[in-house]
Structure formats: C-alpha cells, structure tokens
C-alpha cells in the first residue's frame, strides 16, 4: 500500500466560532481496528472528556484506522489546543487499552470549517453514516459513533443506556440551520 504523504504544517487558518468544524485524524497503520470492544470503550471515554467551554465535541465516528470528528470552539486556538489535547487523551487511552507505547495519530489532523447549513447536514450524513460508505453497513444508526445519542433522525433509535459522550451543540449552523438544507438525517442516507 502506498504511504499517505504528511500534510504540510502550514498555519492552521483563521477560525469563526459561529461555524461547526469536521475534522479527520488517521490511526497508525499497524493499529488494530479502533472499532474493537476495547478500543472503542477507551476512545469513547476519552472522548467523553474532551469539551470544555472553549471546546465542545459535538458529534464522533470511529472507523477501522481513523475518526471523524464535527467540534464547536470558540476561538482558533481553543480549536488547536481542544484538538491537540483531544489527541493526546485518545492517543493514552488507545495505548493503555492496548497495552502498548508510542504514537497512535498519523501526522496532523486534517479540519474543514462548515459555514453553511448545507454542509453542515453533508457532514452529520457523513461523519454519523461513514460505517455504511467503509464498511458497506445496511441502513441503521452506527453504535461507533455518536449517532445513538443524536436527536435529529427522522426514526429515532433505540435509546442507549450510556451515558451521552458528546455535548448538545451551541452554534446555529450545527443546532438548527441544518436541518434547513434537508430535514432530520435518515439512517438510509449514504455518505458521498
């Protein structure tokens, strides 16, 4: 398999706290699966604890070899500092679940801003429907992801015992706006 090559550590851009952000952060190639029992138990607790008041995460997936990620902040540098220390957390619980050392992020993590309501649903379908587009899933709800907790499908799913691991979103765009360019999510949607 050919080697991604490593993003180029230019200066992150200019944040606008009103704008939803969908982030990608790749796993080490020798890594087992992040959706495993265990693995995804830690990832899931890390990520728990990841917001803040300058830092909220709002929605998650967990594939095979990475995760995705939408994140609220309110500032550039509370997006750079929740995402590194978001990182770095994760990256502890995979390793002490694994009971290994050394890193577990691939390069730098890779965020796009979402400004409209339009691309803010693209992302919900994306980031909560990415199972169906990897590991070719039926139609339903991934219980890798924060999909169970989400109130914006048009069937809502069975409720989940656990505790919520994200937080209910602050700005327009990701509360309200997007439902706007489409209605509530169907678990049949297909991530482009």
Request: glycine share 8%; proline share 9%; with cysteine.
């Amino acid at each position: 398999m050919a080697k991604r090559p490593d993003k180029r550590h230019d200066a992150r851009p200019a944040h606008e706290a009103r704008h939803p952000v969908h982030v990608t952060i790749r796993a080490r190639r020798e890594l087992p699966s992040l959706r495993g029992g265990p693995a995804f138990g830690a990832l899931c607790a890390a990520l728990a604890a990841a917001s803040d008041q300058r830092f909220r995460l709002i929605h998650f997936s967990v594939q095979t070899d990475h995760l995705h990620l939408i994140a609220e902040a309110s500032s550039r540098e509370a997006l750079i500092r929740g995402l590194q220390g978001l990182a770095g957390r994760t990256a502890r619980a995979v390793n002490r679940c694994l009971r290994r050392h050394g890193k577990v992020w691939s390069g730098r993590y890779h965020a796009r801003a979402l400004a409209t309501p339009q691309e803010v649903r693209n992302a919900l379908v994306y980031v909560l429907l990415n199972f169906r587009k990897h590991l070719r899933s039926a139609p339903a709800v991934d219980p890798r992801s924060s999909g169970p907790w989400f109130g914006g499908w048009s069937h809502a799913p069975e409720p989940y015992p656990e505790r919520c691991p994200v937080v209910a979103p602050r700005t327009w765009l990701a509360a309200v706006g997007w439902r706007r360019a489409g209605g509530p999510l169907d678990p049949g949607e297909s991530p482009a």
